[in-house]
């Protein structure tokens, strides 16, 4: 399976898809705030997991996955809205891995906090990642050997993970309320001291990158096209995303879902107060 070099210029393209996402998003989103004529059917219909699937997720599926195609013939996109894509999702070669509304729940609340995720994974791992956040206007992207960077009010910068936090100093951990089960909350108790950083989305691992935030912990369910893009933006700033036992989350697994995992400004074991998972 063919290969494509990851370029700037690459980067570049696939945030440009992102937005164009973010755009066909918002559309639907002011239609839903406003009460327009079409705010009645933002709500398509619910998944088998029982998880909203809105005119807003279908129609940024359709934008992404055509732009791609076209930019990429050779590489084939695997999308969370489109089951006939799974089959794509192989250990071996490069594909395209997108969620192309990510958090809906969190968009039908109408907090902002959604995302446009667009990743790019080869031989299993995630080499460059697109994170867009339309509504609060932030985008975030890297790739294997290019950097992160994010835009924040038009301005673009740089970003690489925070500098290890000293003993007497607590963790941020980053968290989402929404899935604070018990896994999370004895985890982050190792951490003492300690203080939360809320985020949404893809947004919870952009914390990690951009240095807002040294650790983000789930110990919950999610799947590949969940992480893909943020984990590359994490480790093209230098951070780590980890499963429990320390190896790498990897992709293209015979199982959409990942297992636990930790994404970290620091290996775990380097982290001031972690005491381990056991």
Known sequence: MRQINLTSSLATQV???????????????????????GAKEVLVTYKTDDSPLTRADLL???????????????IPVVSEEDEQSQKYRQPIGDFWLIDPLDGTKEFLAQNGEFTVNIALVRD?????????APAL?????????????????GRVESIRVGDPVGANQPLRVVASKSHMNTETIEFIDRLSPHELVQAGSSLKFCRVAEGAADVYPRLGPTC???????????????????????????????????PHFVASSALLPDLHSFTGFA
């Open 15 to 37: 945030l440009d898809i992102a937005r164009g996402a973010g755009a066909v998003i918002m559309a639907v989103y002011e239609d839903m705030r406003s009460g327009g004529a």
């Open 137 to 153: 206007g932030q985008a975030y992207w890297g790739a294997q050997g290019l950097g992160a960077f994010r835009e924040l009010d």
């Open 60 to 74: 940024a599926h359709q934008h992404i996955s055509q732009r791609l195609a076209a930019l990429t013939p050779d």
């Open 124 to 132: 299993g791992k995630a080499v460059l990642g697109v994170v867009v």
């Open 224 to 258: 590949e096209w969940d992480t893909a893009a943020a984990q590359a933006i994490v480790e093209a700033a230098g951070g780590h995303v980890l499963k429990v036992d320390g190896t790498p989350l990897r992709y293209g697994k015979p199982d959409v879902f990942n």
